[in-house]
């Protein structure tokens, strides 16, 4: 049973386009949401989070929603650079504590100059 | 440089042999994570310590052994108990269970 899910495994997108990484849940526990970004032969590195008692979040060009009813977090990257091409999970858990933590499958992200 | 080293990055395993897969932090962390992360699949937590001494037992634990004598080291052992092993594994550290996780490059096991 797969509670966190990122249906489309890749994307395409041109540079200085939006990027928008889209991520659904299914446990109505999970309450804090974030997001990591791994190049080739690299671990993952964190990028941002979300708590459920916001519903957007900031960080420079990357920006992170929350849709609780939908059971829906997306990541906009704007403007896109050819640096953000990566794999991009999300991840999801009841509150603090990375060991509640379920991970997507990853959305591999192309930046097309 | 502060960061997580892995090694080997790619390891064999032969029919009833038990691998060990070392990981090593010096960014001072207390917690240590093993994942593991198998094609179309989310990480998967394997074991987890949140402190020296002390390691849990993840979501897949079957077939696996830790131990945590050092700070800033979280060996994985796969045993030949764990029937499919193949995998990539990944290790992580954090100053805390609630602080954001560092990851280490990780480590190909294919069993031969």
């Given at each position: 049973d797969q509670q966190v899910k990122q249906n489309s495994p890749s994307l395409s997108v041109q540079e200085g386009r939006i990027s928008i990484l889209n991520c659904d849940y299914?446990?109505?526990?999970?309450?804090y949401f974030l997001w990591y970004k791994k190049y080739p032969a690299e671990g993952p590195t964190f990028l941002i989070s979300i708590s459920s008692i916001k519903d957007k979040n900031e960080d420079g060009r990357f920006t992170v929603f929350l849709n609780k009813s939908a059971k829906h977090l997306s990541l906009h990257i704007v403007p896109s650079q050819p640096g953000d091409s990566a794999v991009y999970f999300c991840a999801a858990g009841p509150?603090?504590?990375?060991?509640?933590l379920t991970f997507g499958t990853g959305t591999r992200l192309t930046i097309i100059p | 440089d502060g960061g997580i080293t892995q090694s080997p990055k790619y390891l064999f395993r032969k029919e009833g042999q038990n691998v060990t897969l070392s990981c090593e932090q010096n960014l001072n962390h207390d917690a240590m994570y093993w994942y593991r992360q198998d094609p179309g699949q989310g990480l998967r937590l394997i074991y987890y310590s949140q402190i020296v001494n002390d390691f849990q037992k993840g979501d897949i634990a079957e077939g696996y052994s830790v131990s945590r004598?050092?700070?800033e080291s979280f060996p994985l052992t796969v045993t030949?108990?764990?029937?499919?092993?193949t995998a990539f594994y990944l290790c992580a550290s954090s100053w805390s269970a609630n602080e954001k996780l560092f990851f280490g490059s990780g480590t190909q096991l294919s069993v031969l």
């Open positions: 299914t446990n109505s526990m999970f309450d509150g603090f504590g990375n060991e509640k | 004598e050092k700070k030949s108990a764990q029937k499919n092993p």
